[in-house]
């Protein structure tokens, strides 16, 4: 089970643990509950307490979480991951492309998903997956996981309060007439595909930043940022103005230079949920499509 700890400030001494918990460091009130009525506990100063108890300067409160309740798709595997960063709250990974990240009725098992919950039993992880960040099945790169509820919760909320903020480089065909610029364009799911989603007056605001880091005759290195996160947003942009990324086959990509869209997010910040940390994360480009950039070149 995760414990997570907190110190009583002079600011704070007089609140119920309850109010504290709630007001102060974000637990819902659902949470709360099943920390209660799940086999969590609360602590205060290692001594077992109810959510009525009185805070006094200097207090260590601790809240042990309860195990979580997991999906029966998710079955662990020995998929492996690849670490970049953990810690108590969360998981950084690198994913690879050609796997999903999460169980569905299309993809039920052999996802990124099952392969977390393997290592989670092999470290004895009482916990579900919460993916923060999700990336396409053929979409390479950095992805934040939460390791509980509590945790999820708040990287949520940051989600929303755009704190949390990815970079991709992608392999467009041809050559954009702006080197720097923005595609604001609404998106909605194609009426005729469960999958595919297209550019529509009807669709929800999405706006797609990017700039132009290297170019050849046929084709150009972009980094690209999102203002939004729809499905599919930069491969439905990069599309909808005429550059369709290479690889990409349900968007108008050529497949002869690569087997998959050339989209890899490479870097990641985010706020640490515990710490309030900005942290920063890069890796480099995906070996196979800096080997598809050169063999364009």
Known sequence: MIKLKWNVNEEHAGLLLRDYLMNVVGISKRLLTAVKFEEGKLLVNDQEVNVRYTLKENDQIEVVFPAEKRSELLVAEDIPIDIVYEDVAL?????????????????????LANGV????D????????????????????????AKNRYIHSILFRDQHQHTINRKY?????????????TISCPIERDADSIIKRTVSPH??????????????????????????????????????????????DLYGGETTTLGRQALHCHQ??????????????????????????????
């Open 169 to 181: 480089q992608a392999i467009v065909t041809g050559l954009l007439q702006e080197k720097k610029g």
């Open 203 to 248: 669709g929800k605001r999405a706006i797609t930043h990017y700039q132009v880091k290297e170019e050849l005759n046929n084709a150009s290195l972009v980094e690209v940022s999102l203002e939004t996160g729809r499905t599919h947003q930069i491969r439905v942009h990069f599309s909808a103005v005429g550059h369709p990324l290479i690889g990409d």
């Open 91 to 111: 998981l950084v990974l690198n994913k690879k492309a050609n796997i999903v990240t999460l169980p569905s009725r299309l993809h039920p098992c052999h996802t």
């Open 268 to 297: 990641l910040a985010f706020n640490h949920p515990l710490t309030k940390e900005r942290m920063q994360f890069n890796i480099p480009l995906a070996t196979d499509i800096a080997q598809a950039w050169q063999r364009l070149k």
């Open 122 to 145: 092999q470290q004895q992880i009482t916990y579900t997956v919460h993916v923060v960040t999700r990336l396409d099945r053929d979409t390479s790169g950095l992805l934040l996981i």
């Open 117 to 120: 919950i393997y290592y989670y």
